[in-house]
């Protein structure tokens, strides 16, 4: 059952992975958007979920901390990287 507010909820908590890793290694959200090349505050939109990350964003994240995109975007608890090819 979908209660009101829920959809906000769920937008909230869409990248808290990306979130903890953030401030689990000690990063500041304006230290992660230099790297990404993006303003601190499209950073922020993107963390809660008001912007979706661009893919080559999601790349360079999940590089930086050697996640998966599938343990970023919580489609996993399992961090390993795949393979490269």
Do not use: W
């Not at 090349?37 to 930086?64: C, H, M, R, W």
């Not at 901390?65 to 343990?71: A, E, F, G, T």
């Amino acid at each position: 059952m979908v209660y009101p507010g829920d959809d906000m909820r769920y937008e909230m908590m869409k990248f808290e992975n990306i979130r903890n890793l953030r401030i689990d290694s000690g990063y500041t959200q304006k230290q992660i958007a230099a790297l990404l090349g993006i303003s601190q505050n499209t950073y922020s939109q993107y963390e809660v979920g008001v912007l979706n990350y661009p893919v080559d964003a999601l790349i360079k994240l999940a590089d930086f901390y050697n996640v998966s995109i599938d343990y970023l975007l919580g489609r996993t608890a399992i961090k390993t990287p795949y393979p490269k090819k």
